[in-house]
């Protein structure tokens, strides 16, 4: 059973909408990230948070912002949406935890987006 | 410079049979995590198994084993007595400690599993 939540999964919109996705998360968890695919790539870092009021861009440029009012809520907007928008959105959170690496990642389901 | 490689974009294997997926990672980090994911057609990434750069021994999760050669940089993933339900992308990834970024992500390998 998933504890983290996106919505929405598919979503198809005109040039120039606004869109929000949406990222629930209900572990508690710290960090939280937001990663873009493209069909059959590999992910790419594009958004994370580090705790409430803390958002920091990734390795990949992107023209999205985030917010991180509540623990829980992670939400990605799009002011003015593009076709090259149209992707697959991945949002994720871990615990900090140890002092190597075993911060494992929990995944939501995604949110594929197709901008006409 | 890539830091996950994996070289095989596709694989195939007969049901039951074990198959290895390789990785080779690109680090100058001492301390770093491992992982392995799955991707099913649904998109939803699912965490295999982890690997620490400091752990002695090979991890292991039930069907799945990573084969972890540190002086070869390499963390190959072994799926045994494979099942119709493996296939799928699996993405090997890298958390490098000293880095306050996240994972790095391979380009994937797609496996079929055949009947």
């Known amino acids: 059973e998933a504890d983290i939540y996106q919505t929405p999964r598919y979503l198809v919109i005109g040039t120039g909408k606004k869109i929000t996705l949406e990222c629930s998360q209900t572990?508690?968890?710290?960090?939280m990230y937001w990663y873009q695919q493209d069909p059959g790539m590999e992910l790419h870092l594009i958004h994370y948070?580090?705790?409430?009021?803390?958002?920091e861009k990734g390795d990949l440029s992107s023209e999205s912002t985030v917010s991180r009012i509540r623990t829980e809520h992670f939400p990605l907007t799009l002011e003015s949406a593009r076709p090259s928008h149209t992707s697959q959105y991945l949002c994720?959170?871990?615990?900090?935890?140890?002092?190597?690496?075993?911060?494992?990642?929990?995944f939501g389901a995604g949110s594929r987006l197709t901008v006409l | 410079a890539q830091k996950i490689t994996q070289t095989q974009p596709g694989m195939f294997v007969q049901e039951k049979e074990a198959v290895t997926l390789d990785c080779t990672y690109d680090?100058?980090?001492?301390?770093?995590?491992l992982f392995w994911y799955k991707q099913p057609s649904s998109g939803e990434m699912i965490f295999l198994i982890y690997?620490?750069?400091?752990?002695?021994q090979n991890a292991t999760e039930g069907r799945y084993s990573l084969n972890f050669q540190k002086a070869r940089k390499s963390a190959n993933l072994v799926i045994s007595a494979s099942q119709l339900g493996d296939s799928a992308m699996y993405f090997c990834?890298?958390?490098?400690?000293?880095?306050?970024?996240?994972?790095?992500f391979g380009s994937g390998t797609q496996l079929t599993v055949l009947p």
């Open positions: 680090t100058s980090d001492p301390s770093y995590g």
């Open positions: 994720a959170s871990s615990v900090t935890s140890g002092p190597s690496g075993a911060n494992v990642l929990t």
């Open positions: 990834a890298m958390r490098e400690v000293s880095s306050a970024r996240q994972l790095t």
């Open positions: 948070s580090y705790g409430v009021n803390s958002t």
């Open positions: 690997q620490g750069s400091y752990d002695q």
């Open positions: 572990m508690g968890h710290d960090k």
